[in-house]
């Protein structure tokens, strides 16, 4: 997963869809948008994490996930496993501690977007 700053994540341009937490992700047009933005108004909503799963398992979306918004360190291994691929941390978030995060643990038990099936599964 890629970690930006405020000032490092670049504006909307072409093909970026800045999808509103209250809208459905079954019913957006995905046609020619090569990079989906998911907002997290505040630390506690979480409806983009069920946006991103939506986009990636049942939408077939494999173009870019980005989360915005009050994006904390906390919230990155479940954003990863949920499908997104950049996070834009929020100002007074630590980039290098977030990437140590990200590294912790090298796999889990449950199957999450990247990895389906369960870690039971994948050794029988």
């Known amino acids: 997963m890629k970690l930006l700053t405020a000032d490092t994540s670049t504006s909307p341009t072409a093909g970026v869809l800045a999808l509103g937490n209250d809208q459905d992700a079954l019913s957006v047009d995905l046609q020619g948008v090569q990079r989906v933005e998911l907002h997290f108004p505040k630390f ?43 996070a834009v941390l929020r100002a ?24 389906p099936q369960p870690h039971f599964a994948q050794a029988a």
């Open 92 to 115: 007074d978030q630590d980039l290098a501690h977030g990437e140590q995060l990200l590294r912790h643990f090298s796999g889990f038990y449950q199957g999450d977007v990247a990895q």
């Open 44 to 86: 506690a909503d979480g409806r983009a994490f069920s946006q991103a799963v939506t986009l990636r398992r049942r939408r077939g979306y494999t173009g870019a996930l980005r989360a915005t918004g009050d994006v904390l360190i906390d919230q990155l291994v479940q954003m990863q496993r949920c499908g997104f691929d950049e």
